[in-house]
């Protein structure tokens, strides 16, 4: 059963940068898609990027591209969520989670979920 365990968050100021990162084990990681979603208090969990085994593939949710980028070290067991010009509505706690399937952006699409890290942003 693989474990994942999300890493980065913090308290950072609008226009602000932050990478998170999520350490994978005890599964093999490079034969699966993985992505990033978030989750701000009152709402529903929402798609923020996606990237494929190979780390060709990308995919974004509409409110953050051009601002963030999803990569991928596979001799690592990690993936990475680089986030720029942050917004105060950027804050969340951010899961990354393992594909089910090879495309998708719903959450049902992905499972094996990291327990997420807090990302705030102050205006």
């Known amino acids: 059963q693989v474990q994942l365990v999300e890493s980065g968050g913090g308290l950072v100021q609008s226009g602000g940068s932050l990478r998170l990162s999520c350490a994978a084990s005890?599964?093999?990681?490079?034969?699966?898609?993985m992505g990033w979603f978030r989750q701000a208090p009152g709402k529903e969990r929402e798609f923020v990027a996606a990237?494929?085994?190979?780390?060709?593939?990308?995919s974004y949710g509409d409110s953050v591209k051009g601002r963030f980028n999803i990569s991928r070290d596979n001799a690592k067991n990690t993936v990475y969520l680089l986030m720029n010009s942050l917004k105060p509505e950027d804050t969340a706690v951010y899961y990354c989670?393992?594909?089910?399937?090879?495309?998708?952006?719903?959450?049902?699409?992905?499972?094996?979920w990291g327990q997420g890290t807090q990302v705030t942003v102050s205006a």
């Open positions: 989670a393992r594909g089910r399937v090879l495309l998708g952006t719903r959450p049902t699409d992905f499972d094996s």
């Open positions: 005890g599964g093999l990681f490079s034969r699966y898609r």
């Open positions: 990237i494929s085994w190979s780390g060709g593939g990308t």
